[in-house]
């Protein structure tokens, strides 16, 4: 079975300053999608950022970037230029490509990220 | 992108009273998915949901205590049954969208208090 794994469970940033939350999974598949989702106070889980694991280059939305290593099983997610706004609960969580492989999400436990003025 | 809402938003209930939580996509959707998000812990799936037929459950989630229903490709309830306030947790309703299914999209998600 496929598992995720957030080791921080919380981090501070200044604002405007970059910082990097780390995860890491482990499968014994080649095929899969892995995410960002950052839930606020409100609950809403809102995607941030997906990586198929066939892409050799990280994928990019604006201020958030990963640094997509497979053969490490490491995805961590960089986020530049922090705002307030960017406080919430982040989850890494990994879904199978493989057929016949489960559709769920597999999450992490989360990390708390708080943003200083 | 998919929007999904969810109704209701929170509710507080007794225990042994059932709850329906409905859950509304802007889009056809093949598979939608209902996860359970207890205090201070991650997202886990109860089942899924394909329109016409049986919903799938995972391990520790059973039909009698959480039914599903699919009546159509934009639209499912989940229910809880038979409540206890170990049952107080978000649940929230999911899609996939794309091409592929490549993108995962979740509701506002329902909060639930068990007295």
């Known amino acids: 079975a496929q598992t995720v794994t957030q080791s921080q469970p919380e981090m501070s940033v200044q604002e405007a300053e970059t910082v990097t939350l780390s995860c890491t999974y482990d499968t014994s598949e080649s095929d899969y999608y892995l995410f960002w989702y950052k839930q606020p106070p409100s609950r809403q889980m809102i995607l941030v950022i997906r990586?198929?694991?066939?892409?050799?280059q990280n994928a990019t939305e604006n201020r958030f970037s990963v640094n997509f290593q497979k053969a490490a099983k490491s995805f961590s997610l960089k986020i530049s230029d922090s705002q307030l706004g960017d406080a919430a609960m982040y989850f890494c969580?990994?879904?199978?490509?493989?057929?016949?492989?489960?559709?769920?999400?597999?999450f992490g436990k989360g990390m708390k990220l708080t943003v200083n003025p | 992108s998919a929007v999904i809402s969810q109704k209701p938003s929170r509710d507080i209930c007794q225990r042994g009273t059932s709850l329906t939580i409905q859950c509304q996509v802007d889009s056809q959707v093949t598979m939608m998915f209902w996860y359970r998000q207890q205090p201070g812990q991650s997202l886990t799936l109860i089942a899924t949901a394909n329109q016409g037929s049986e919903a799938t459950y995972e391990s520790g989630f059973v039909i009698d205590k959480f039914p599903i229903s699919r009546p159509n490709l934009t639209f499912s309830t989940l229910t809880v049954s038979n409540m206890s306030p170990e049952d107080s947790s978000i649940y929230l309703c999911s899609v996939q969208t794309g091409t592929w299914g490549e993108t995962q999209y979740f509701g506002p998600g329902t909060r639930l208090l068990v007295l």
């Open positions: 969580a990994y879904r199978s490509l493989t057929q016949g492989g489960s559709e769920k999400l597999v």
């Open positions: 990586q198929e694991a066939y892409k050799q």
